[in-house]
C-alpha cells in the first residue's frame, strides 16, 4: 500500500533561517505528490504539487522536488517568516485515483 | 478560489449522544465529498466518501452505522457520530476535489474538534 511518511515536528525556527521538513513515501506506482499547509484556524490548502519525477513544485517561496531515487518530496524554504507558522502535510496519490495518503504533518513555528 | 465551510470547529459532547458534522461547498457545487479523521500526531485517515444522491462509501475497518453520512444535495454533506463514545474524540475533517487530483486540487473545510466525555 500507500504511505508517507515525515518529519515529527515541531519544527522551531528563527525568523529568516532556512527550512527543510523531510518527506518521503511508498507507493504503488508512478505517484503525484503535494503538499499541503494548514493555518491556525483553517483548512488545509494545497503549496505545490509535482507530478513526475524530478518535476519542481514550487509557490510562495517554498519548493519541493519530485526525487524518484530516493523517493522523497523534501519541503524547503531559504527564509521563513513567522507568518509561515503553521502544520505542513505530505501526500501522494497514485494511478489517476481521488484518495490522498498523507503524513503525520508537522508543525513549524517561526519566532522572531 | 473554492471554499469549503465546515461546522462546528469544535464541539464537546457526552457519552452516549450524537454529533452532527456539517460541510457546505460555499461557491461550487460538490458531487462528492471525502471525510477524514485525524488522531494525534497521526496521518489524516480517510473514513469514507460521500456521494451526492447515494450512499457513502466506507473505508476498511470504518463502522457505517457509527459514521452517518448524507449527502443530500450538491452543497452539503454531514457526518454523524452516533452514540459517540471517549475514544471518538478525534479531528474530523472534510474535503472536496475539484477535477482530477494530478490536474487540480483538493479542498478542505476548517476542521471539527470532536472531544467525547
Known amino acids: 500500500g500507500n504511505s508517507v511518511t515525515q518529519m515529527e515536528g515541531p519544527v522551531t525556527l528563527s525568523e529568516e533561517a532556512f527550512l527543510t521538513i523531510n518527506c518521503t513515501y511508498t507507493a504503488t506506482g508512478y505517484p503525484s505528490l503535494f503538499w499541503y499547509v494548514q493555518y491556525p484556524g483553517e483548512g488545509l490548502q494545497l503549496l505545490l504539487k509535482?507530478?513526475?519525477?524530478?518535476d519542481k513544485g514550487s509557490n510562495k517561496g517554498f519548493e519541493a522536488t519530485y526525487r524518484k531515487e530516493t523517493t522523497s518530496f523534501h519541503l524547503e524554504k531559504g527564509s521563513v517568516q513567522v507568518s509561515d507558522s503553521a502544520v505542513y502535510f505530505c501526500?501522494?496519490?497514485?494511478?489517476?485515483?481521488?484518495?490522498?495518503?498523507f503524513g503525520t504533518g508537522t508543525q513549524l513555528k517561526v519566532e522572531l | 478560489g473554492a471554499v469549503v465551510s465546515q461546522h462546528p470547529s469544535w464541539v464537546i459532547c457526552k457519552s452516549g449522544t450524537s454529533v452532527k458534522i456539517e460541510c457546505r461547498s460555499l461557491d461550487f457545487q460538490a458531487t462528492t465529498m471525502f471525510w477524514y479523521r485525524q488522531f494525534p500526531k497521526q496521518s489524516l485517515m480517510l473514513m469514507a466518501t460521500?456521494?451526492?444522491?447515494?450512499?457513502?462509501?466506507?473505508e476498511q475497518g470504518v463502522e457505517k452505522d457509527k459514521f452517518l453520512i448524507n449527502h443530500a444535495s450538491l452543497t452539503l454533506s454531514t457526518l454523524t457520530v452516533t452514540s459517540a463514545h471517549p475514544e471518538d474524540s478525534s479531528f474530523y475533517i472534510c474535503s472536496t476535489l475539484i477535477g482530477t487530483v494530478q490536474n487540480t486540487e483538493a479542498f478542505f473545510g476548517q476542521g471539527t474538534r470532536l472531544t467525547v466525555v
Open positions: 509535482a507530478t513526475k519525477a524530478d
Open positions: 501526500a501522494l496519490v497514485t494511478g489517476g485515483g481521488n484518495k490522498l495518503t
Open positions: 460521500s456521494n451526492e444522491g447515494s450512499k457513502a462509501t466506507y
